[in-house]
Every structure is written in C-alpha cells, then in structure tokens.
C-alpha cells in the first residue's frame, strides 16, 4: 500500500539513494492516480487516438487514471481508445455499458476513468443521445442491428400492412396491425422488412413483414373471393420468442366504413364516409382512397400502403 508521508528536514540519517526511491515512488503513486488531458485526438470517431504528456510507464494504464478528453467526431455505436499508439481500450458510460450511436459528438469533452480494463466516462455524453433506436420503412428496405447496446435491450416492431381496394358499391378492408416484443439477442444482424402495398381495383392489401418474425396481413379488397371488404387479419410469426399485440383493421361497407384502433379503417361506399383510425390511417370515403399507413380505399378507389416502425431500447 503507498504511503503518503515523506522525508523532510527533520529526517535524520537518510541516505540520497534513500530519499531519491522515496519521492520517485510518490511521483509514480501520484501519476498513477492523476487525470491528465488528452491531446492530438485523431483516429475516427468510434475508433479513437490520442496522446498523453507525459506518457504511461512500463506499468500502461492503471486502475485509477484519470483523463480528459475533447472528442472529434459523433459516435456511430461502440467506441475505443488508443493512447500512444498502444492497445485499443473500450470506453464505456460511467455504469459500464457500451456506448450508443450518439453518445459522443465533435467538441464534446468528457472526464473519464480507467476501471482495470476500460475507460468509462464519468461526464460528458451528449445530451442528444439517443435512448431509442429508430427505423421507419415506408417501402421495402432492410433493418439493421444497432450496436452499443446491451443482448437484453427490448425491441418494439409495429407493422401496419396495406389496406384493400373498394369496387363500385364498397369500401376495402384495413390493413391489419402487429406489435411483436422481443429481445435485440433474438434477431440477426440484419432483418428484412416488406412493407404491403395497398390493394387497387377491388384486390386485396399486401402483408407487411418483420424477418421471419411477424406478419400483419392485408385488408381484403371489396372483390375479394372469400371475405370481401374484411379488415386484415390479425398476425403470423416465426421462430423467434417474445410477445405479439394484434388487431385486425376495420371493415369496408356500403354504407360508412368501420373505425379501428391501431390497424387501418375500413373504406366507405359510394357517397359514404370512410372509417377512422386512432393509430393507423383512415378509410376513404365513396372515390377516396385510403390514408397510409394501411386505410381501406372508398368505392371504386386503392387502398394505402402500410408501414413499419422498429424501436429498440
């Protein structure tokens, strides 16, 4: 354990040799323990390089060291830190969780500590950091993994799949909704999302999909050969676990079209109007089509798109 006492002139029979290891071995304890800046930031944003004055010992970082730095770039998900051209270190929040896309911006500053095995950052995150990840699809595309965050973190996918078409006496049926819940752990790195596409001319709406997770199905179109003008049906999944909301989309009619809560409205007939919806779109009155994302189109009009949103965190 160090000693904070030192020699002074009241010391008595010290030997140079003696006092010279005493103050160096206080020097080293001090250092050890100082939080000195950082300078020459370079590298990249995730991928960071800097210089300490004076620089580490044989002994490198020691649990303890403190060091301030001004970052040069905006995160994009997990980052490392090289000082003195040595080893690539983790940099952490102050709870020792990896950083999220964000977390860090150029002229941000930021006191951080090493732990024994990372630097975690004691001050100094963005205030813009994202809590939740976000990725809308309006057409087909792919949803990629984000990185930084924890196996455990919770992920909302909310599909909306696409509304029926109306025929010249009826409205189309809504899209369906779905809301699947899972762990980031449960999916790959990358998903693939189809978004469904609103019926036209009396067909039915596409279904939306999550991977091979979920499904919301399409609002049946008003010249539908089973169901016609049915709201979408509720929901398929896959493999993975987790939970799953559903709610099937409004039905379309001759007369007003049905309401619905998180899926499409259903379309209304000729001169009538289209339901609502408090999540999703509405339904089209008689010649309207229907409100993305997912609304039953009226008489004689297309039914909308839908939608996929993905939440993590």
């Given at each position: ?169 009826n409205g189309g049926g809504g ?63 896959g493999g993975a676990s987790g ?59 297309a039914g909308a798109r839908g ?7």
């Amino acid at each position: 354990m160090s000693e904070r006492t030192t020699f002074n002139e009241t010391s008595v029979d010290v030997a140079g040799d003696a006092l010279l290891a005493q103050y160096a071995e206080r020097v080293k304890t001090l250092f050890d323990a100082s939080t000195l800046p950082l300078t020459g930031v370079g590298g990249t944003a995730d991928n960071v390089t800097a210089t300490m004055d004076p620089a580490l010992d044989g002994d490198g970082l020691v649990r303890g060291m403190g060091a301030v730095i001004e970052w040069a770039g905006t995160s994009t998900g997990g980052v490392t830190l090289t000082i003195n051209g040595g080893s690539a270190v983790p940099v952490l929040d102050a709870s020792g969780a990896a950083l999220v896309a964000g977390a860090l911006e150029a002229g941000l500053m930021s006191l951080l500590q090493f732990d024994g095995a990372a630097w975690r950052i004691l001050s100094g995150l963005s205030s813009s950091t994202p809590g939740v990840n976000r990725q809308e699809f309006a057409g087909d595309g792919t949803w990629i993994k984000p990185t930084g965050m924890s196996p455990d973190t919770t992920v909302r996918a909310m599909l909306w799949a696409g509304g029926g078409a109306g025929n010249a006496t009826n409205g189309g049926g809504g899209g369906a909704f779905v809301e699947w819940i899972g762990r980031l752990a449960d999916l790959g790195i990358t998903e693939t999302v189809a978004i469904g596409q609103g019926g036209t001319s009396g067909g039915d709406g596409g279904n939306t999909t999550f991977g091979g997770i979920a499904v919301a199905y399409g609002g049946h179109g008003a010249d539908a050969s089973s169901n016609p003008r049915r709201g979408g049906g509720a929901f398929a999944m896959g493999g993975a676990s987790g939970t799953f909301n559903q709610t099937e989309g409004g039905n379309g009619n001759s007369g007003d079209g049905e309401n619905a809560y998180w899926g499409g409205a259903g379309g209304g007939g000729p001169s009538k109007d289209g339901g609502q919806s408090v999540h999703g779109g509405d339904g089209g009155a008689g010649a309207s089509p229907g409100e993305i994302p997912g609304g039953g189109g009226g008489a004689d009009a297309a039914g909308a798109r839908g939608k996929a949103i993905i939440l993590v965190g």
